[in-house]
């Protein structure tokens, strides 16, 4: 084995959550020790508590903390780390501050700061694809940027087109334009959320494939001039751009299609005198034609399905490449074995046109088995804020099988408790179990295709899934009462022998309110009646949030937990909330006219649109508010005109505190 050039012996990871617990789990196994840095909502984070050391780097917005280089590098001088991890995001792909590492004689574990100026420009980046003949999209990434060239260019390339931030990634400053009408409007939202996001607002245009797959080649080089790639992940269910399920293999991969892909990754990292991990990604056409879409330098939030499918630690190889040694690897090496799917857990509404969700994760219990993996920096009582970006936990699950993979996803996401914030975990088994997924026959119009309004709505409960969170709430009652009279023998918990005795409650589930009433027949069986029905439930396992139930021969999984009055439950993969109103005070809440304009979530109003005396009509734009790194548009519900704008632009705002008052008289 060829001797280390630069022992590393301290990492400063500079990120957060669920990547900078990654990064310091194969730190700690090589006997690294570890610094965090964080933000003042972090910090009881699990990252700072996994660090051998950590450093208070600011308040919650990341211009003011983990996107300042200058406060990371300080941090390293002060714990006296020789090496920085940037995890992916904030700085991972910031050509300066990788740049300032070196300079500060510290080991950036990643690539040059060439190599990311270069990939880290879409235009620039497909420029030298280009000359390296990687097969490339049809397009515009030339240096004119005026509104006029951008039109004239759209319209020789034809629709539909593709509008890209040059600088961007992950949906953000990309619009899809099906028609000439729309493109200077495409261009401006584009370019605007570019520079919000990136700092620049320069702009590619692409020849828009229709429904193509997503696939990646993930590629790892030395600084000795080995490169070789680990095969390829699918990463084609995507929603605004944004993926949602990964995938290793690609389901529809040939072994002549993998080496093509595989080669022209290689001649892309090659080109660029690359080192390290990075990831090429393509456009593979129905045709089996495929175009390099971007490279993006550095560790991808999938590559822990690669790592399953080949046995190797992504991570611990980049500390070794950072070192100065080979990769230790040839391409003859590389063998892929079974199949591995990642899904990403999202603070977000899928009922709400997946508007981010901010608040405290009362609960999150994972399942342990084998086959079942869980990359997450969050824990239980833990704020989710409306700084970061909304995926807060990925799950991973390996079989011998793409079909045995997804099962387990299946059935590891019912057993997930993950309760607080909303999420999309009944969204990604619904995906899981769609069709068109378990044939593998999909492209990046799955979820457009495959899901309407009416299915992402909230699940509605029928009369047995309203008897069984009745059931879940009369038994965390009575658990919460026992830890108060510890005297109770715990044969006698639920039970009386008065079959007279009924506990009753009026749950808010949704919209609805439904009286019901409980009674225990023994610890196991309850009668539950609603109105004139009665529905009978056994208790066939209970334990601690899980619980399995019986009714008339049917089963139903149910994780439950209840947080002060809020009954966080699942049954069979479906999310409810609900309460007892008949425990608290029932506000009578008006019902909303669309006079009041409420902040959909946490986040900060980017910009106003009205002043107080404008007339406003339905669907005209009232004001962004930027949450996750997200722009979403307030648009009016109402005519009227504007009684009062009670917040400025850059303010910081909570869900559902008010924006705007409409009067909707006659004028």
Same mark, same amino acid.
């Given at each position: 084995?060829?001797?280390?050039k630069?022992t590393? *012996?301290k990492?400063?990871v500079?990120n957060?959550?669920e990547?900078?617990?990654? &990064?310091?789990?194969?730190?700690r196994?090589?006997?690294?020790?570890?610094?965090a840095?964080?933000?003042?909502?972090?910090?009881a984070?699990?990252?700072?508590?996994?660090?051998?050391?950590?450093?208070?780097?600011?308040?919650?917005? &990341?211009?003011?903390?983990?996107?300042?280089?200058?406060?990371?590098?300080d941090?390293a001088?002060?714990t006296?780390?020789?090496a920085?991890?940037?995890?992916?995001?904030?700085?991972?792909?910031?050509?300066?501050?990788?740049?300032?590492?070196?300079?500060?004689?510290?080991?950036?574990?990643?690539?040059?700061?060439?190599?990311?100026?270069?990939?880290?420009?879409?235009a620039?980046?497909k420029?030298?694809m280009?000359?390296a003949?990687?097969p490339?999209?049809?397009?515009?990434?030339g240096?004119d940027?005026?509104?006029?060239?951008?039109?004239?260019?759209?319209?020789?390339?034809?629709?539909?087109i593709?509008?890209?931030?040059?600088?961007?990634?992950?949906?953000?400053?990309? *619009?899809?334009?099906?028609?000439?009408?729309?493109?200077?409007?495409?261009i401006?939202?584009?370019?605007?959320?570019?520079?919000?996001?990136?700092?620049?607002?320069?702009?590619i245009?692409?020849?828009?494939?229709?429904?193509?797959?997503?696939?990646?080649i993930?590629?790892?080089a030395?600084?000795?001039?080995?490169?070789?790639?680990?095969?390829?992940?699918?990463c084609?269910?995507?929603? *605004?751009?944004?993926?949602?399920?990964?995938?290793?293999?690609?389901?529809?991969?040939?072994?002549e299609?993998?080496?093509?892909?595989?080669?022209?990754?290689?001649?892309?990292?090659?080109?660029?005198g690359?080192?390290?991990a990075?990831?090429?990604?393509?456009?593979?056409?129905?045709?089996?034609?495929?175009?390099?879409?971007e490279?993006?330098t550095?560790?991808?939030?999938?590559?822990?399905v690669?790592?399953?499918?080949?046995?190797?630690?992504?991570?611990?190889?980049q500390?070794?490449?950072?070192e100065g040694?080979?990769?230790?690897?040839?391409?003859?090496?590389?063998?892929?074995?079974?199949?591995?799917?990642?899904?990403?857990?999202?603070?977000?509404?899928?009922?709400?046109?997946?508007?981010?969700?901010?608040?405290?994760?009362?609960?999150?219990?994972?399942?342990? *088995?084998?086959?079942?993996?869980?990359?997450?920096?969050?824990?239980?009582?833990?704020?989710i804020?409306?700084?970061?970006?909304?995926?807060?936990?990925?799950?991973?699950?390996t079989?011998p099988?793409r079909?045995?993979?997804?099962k387990?996803m299946v059935e590891?996401?019912?057993?997930?408790?993950?309760?607080?914030?909303?999420?999309?975990?009944?969204?990604?088994?619904?995906?899981?179990?769609?069709?068109?997924?378990?044939?593998?026959d999909f492209?990046?119009?799955?979820?457009?295709?495959?899901?309407?309004?009416?299915e992402?709505?909230?699940?509605?409960a029928?009369?047995?899934?309203?008897a069984?969170?009745?059931?879940?709430?009369?038994?965390?009652?009575?658990?919460?009462?026992?830890t108060?009279?510890?005297?109770?023998?715990?044969?006698?918990?639920?039970?009386?022998?008065d079959?007279?005795?009924r506990t009753?409650y009026?749950?808010?589930?949704?919209?609805?309110?439904?009286? &019901?009433s409980?009674?225990?027949?023994?610890?196991t069986?309850?009668?539950?009646?609603?109105?004139?029905?009665?529905?009978?439930?056994?208790?066939?396992?209970?334990?601690?949030?899980?619980?399995?139930?019986?009714?008339?021969?049917?089963?139903?999984?149910?994780?439950?937990?209840?947080?002060?009055?809020?009954?966080f439950?699942?049954?069979?993969?479906?999310?409810f909330?609900?309460s007892?109103?008949?425990?608290?005070?029932?506000?009578?809440?008006?019902?909303?006219?669309?006079?009041k304009?409420?902040a959909p979530?946490h986040?900060k109003?980017?910009?106003?649109?009205v002043?107080?005396?404008?007339?406003?009509?339905?669907g005209?734009?009232?004001?962004?508010?930027?949450?996750m790194?997200?722009?979403?548009?307030i648009l009016?519900?109402?005519?009227g005109? &504007?009684e009062?704008?009670l917040?400025?632009?850059?303010?910081?705002?909570?869900?559902e505190?008010l924006?705007?008052?409409?009067?909707?008289?006659?004028?």
């Amino acid at each position: 084995m060829a001797e280390k050039k630069n022992t590393i *012996r301290k990492i400063l990871v500079a990120n957060r959550g669920e990547i900078a617990c990654r &990064v310091m789990r194969t730190a700690r196994d090589l006997g690294i020790r570890t610094v965090a840095v964080y933000s003042e909502p972090d910090a009881a984070a699990p990252h700072v508590v996994m660090a051998d050391e950590a450093v208070l780097i600011g308040p919650g917005p &990341v211009g003011q903390s983990y996107l300042v280089a200058e406060k990371i590098l300080d941090a390293a001088k002060q714990t006296s780390a020789d090496a920085i991890h940037p995890g992916y995001g904030f700085l991972s792909e910031n050509a300066d501050f990788s740049a300032a590492v070196e300079k500060a004689g510290l080991t950036f574990i990643g690539p040059t700061a060439e190599a990311i100026d270069l990939m880290g420009n879409k235009a620039a980046a497909k420029r030298r694809m280009i000359e390296a003949d990687v097969p490339c999209v049809p397009g515009y990434e030339g240096e004119d940027q005026s509104d006029k060239v951008l039109v004239k260019e759209g319209k020789k390339i034809g629709f539909p087109i593709m509008v890209k931030a040059a600088a961007g990634g992950g949906g953000r400053g990309m *619009r899809l334009v099906e028609a000439a009408d729309g493109l200077e409007a495409a261009i401006s939202t584009a370019r605007s959320e570019a520079e919000n996001a990136f700092g620049s607002g320069e702009l590619i245009l692409e020849k828009a494939i229709v429904k193509p797959r997503h696939v990646e080649i993930q590629v790892f080089a030395d600084s000795h001039g080995n490169v070789i790639h680990l095969g390829e992940r699918d990463c084609s269910v995507q929603r *605004r751009h944004q993926k949602v399920i990964e995938e290793a293999p690609c389901p529809v991969m040939t072994q002549e299609l993998r080496s093509a892909m595989g080669e022209a990754a290689v001649d892309a990292a090659k080109s660029i005198g690359y080192r390290g991990a990075g990831t090429v990604e393509f456009l593979l056409d129905a045709d089996g034609s495929f175009y390099f879409l971007e490279m993006n330098t550095r560790l991808q939030v999938e590559h822990p399905v690669t790592e399953e499918v080949t046995g190797l630690d992504l991570v611990a190889l980049q500390i070794k490449v950072a070192e100065g040694e080979t990769l230790g690897l040839t391409q003859d090496d590389v063998t892929l074995s079974g199949h591995s799917i990642e899904v990403r857990l999202y603070a977000e509404d899928p009922t709400k046109g997946f508007l981010p969700s901010t608040g405290t994760v009362s609960c999150f219990e994972q399942v342990a *088995r084998d086959g079942v993996r869980y990359d997450t920096g969050i824990r239980g009582g833990q704020e989710i804020s409306p700084f970061y970006d909304p995926m807060i936990a990925k799950l991973i699950t390996t079989g011998p099988t793409r079909e045995a993979a997804r099962k387990l996803m299946v059935e590891a996401l019912t057993d997930t408790a993950l309760f607080g914030p909303k999420t999309n975990r009944d969204f990604l088994i619904a995906c899981l179990e769609k069709d068109d997924f378990i044939s593998g026959d999909f492209s990046t119009a799955f979820i457009a295709e495959n899901f309407t309004d009416e299915e992402l709505a909230a699940p509605q409960a029928d009369a047995v899934s309203v008897a069984v969170l009745a059931v879940r709430h009369f038994i965390c009652d009575h658990e919460k009462a026992r830890t108060k009279a510890m005297h109770v023998p715990q044969g006698l918990v639920n039970f009386t022998s008065d079959e007279a005795l009924r506990t009753p409650y009026k749950l808010a589930i949704g919209e609805d309110e439904i009286f &019901v009433s409980v009674r225990s027949k023994s610890p196991t069986h309850f009668s539950v009646h609603i109105g004139d029905d009665i529905i009978e439930l056994d208790v066939q396992a209970h334990d601690g949030t899980h619980m399995v139930l019986n009714s008339v021969g049917e089963q139903y999984v149910s994780q439950a937990f209840l947080d002060g009055e809020i009954l966080f439950a699942t049954i069979n993969g479906a999310s409810f909330t609900c309460s007892n109103v008949l425990m608290r005070n029932a506000a009578s809440d008006e019902a909303g006219d669309g006079s009041k304009v409420t902040a959909p979530m946490h986040g900060k109003v980017l910009e106003l649109f009205v002043d107080k005396g404008d007339r406003v009509a339905i669907g005209d734009r009232l004001a962004i508010i930027e949450a996750m790194k997200m722009q979403h548009e307030i648009l009016a519900t109402v005519d009227g005109t &504007v009684e009062d704008v009670l917040v400025a632009a850059e303010a910081q705002v909570a869900a559902e505190d008010l924006l705007i008052a409409i009067d909707m008289g006659e004028e």
